[in-house]
C-alpha cells in the first residue's frame, strides 16, 4: 500500500523534535481523523536552514511531515512556499489517494510556519493588515 519512501520515513522521520527559538511555527490539525501537525523553521538570510515537526497522526501524515522538512531546507522562503502537497507526495514515490489529505497537512503547517515567520497570520486575527498598504500598490 504505502511506497518504501513512505515505510522508510514513518520508520525514521528526519527532523522531529521542535526548535525553541524557531523564527516560525505553523500548526495544522484536522479532527477528522485526529492529526494535528507542527512545524518549526529556522531562517538565515532567507534561506530555511532548520525545520523540525511534531505530528500525532497516522503514518502518512509522519512521512509526509519528515518529507516536506526535507524538502524545505536550504530552499528559500518563496521556494518552501511553493512546495505543493502533490510534490511532496511525488517525493514519496505516490501516496494511496486515501492518505492524500495527510500531505496537505504538510504542506499546510509548512507554509503556517513560514507565514508566521513573515508576520502574516493565515486566520483571522485582530490586527488591520490594510494600513500597511498604499492602495496604489496593488
Same mark, same amino acid.
Given at each position: 500500500?504505502?511506497?518504501?519512501?513512505?515505510?522508510?520515513?514513518?520508520?525514521?522521520?528526519?527532523?522531529?523534535?521542535?526548535?525553541?527559538?524557531?523564527?516560525?511555527?505553523?500548526?495544522?490539525?484536522? =479532527?477528522k481523523?485526529? /492529526?494535528?501537525?507542527?512545524?518549526?523553521?529556522?531562517?538565515?538570510? $532567507?534561506?530555511?536552514? &532548520?525545520?523540525?515537526? #511534531?505530528?500525532?497522526?497516522?503514518?502518512?501524515?509522519?512521512?509526509?511531515?519528515?518529507?516536506?522538512?526535507?524538502?524545505?531546507?536550504?530552499?528559500?522562503?518563496?521556494?518552501?512556499?511553493?512546495?505543493?502537497?502533490?510534490a511532496? =507526495?511525488?517525493?514519496? /514515490?505516490?501516496?494511496?489517494?486515501?492518505?492524500?489529505?495527510?500531505? $496537505?497537512?504538510?504542506? &499546510?503547517?509548512?507554509? #503556517?510556519?513560514?507565514?508566521?515567520?513573515?508576520?502574516?497570520e493565515?486566520?483571522?486575527?485582530?490586527?488591520?493588515?490594510?494600513?500597511?498598504?498604499?492602495?496604489?500598490?496593488?
Open positions: 500500500m504505502y511506497s518504501d519512501k513512505v515505510m522508510e520515513h514513518f520508520q525514521n522521520p528526519r527532523n522531529v523534535g521542535e526548535i525553541s527559538d524557531a523564527d516560525g511555527v505553523g500548526t495544522v490539525g484536522n =479532527a481523523c485526529g /492529526d494535528i501537525m507542527k512545524m518549526f523553521i529556522k531562517v538565515e538570510d $532567507n534561506i530555511i536552514t &532548520d525545520v523540525k515537526f #511534531k505530528t500525532f497522526g497516522c503514518g502518512a501524515a509522519i512521512a509526509t511531515s519528515s518529507m516536506a522538512t526535507e524538502l524545505a531546507v536550504g530552499k528559500t522562503v518563496e521556494e518552501a512556499l511553493e512546495l505543493t502537497n502533490k511532496v =507526495a511525488e517525493a514519496l /514515490d505516490g501516496l494511496p489517494p486515501a492518505k492524500m489529505h495527510c500531505s $496537505n497537512l504538510a504542506a &499546510d503547517a509548512l507554509k #503556517k510556519a513560514i507565514n508566521n515567520y513573515l508576520g502574516i493565515t486566520d483571522d486575527s485582530d490586527e488591520d493588515h490594510h494600513h500597511h498598504h498604499g492602495h496604489d500598490e496593488f
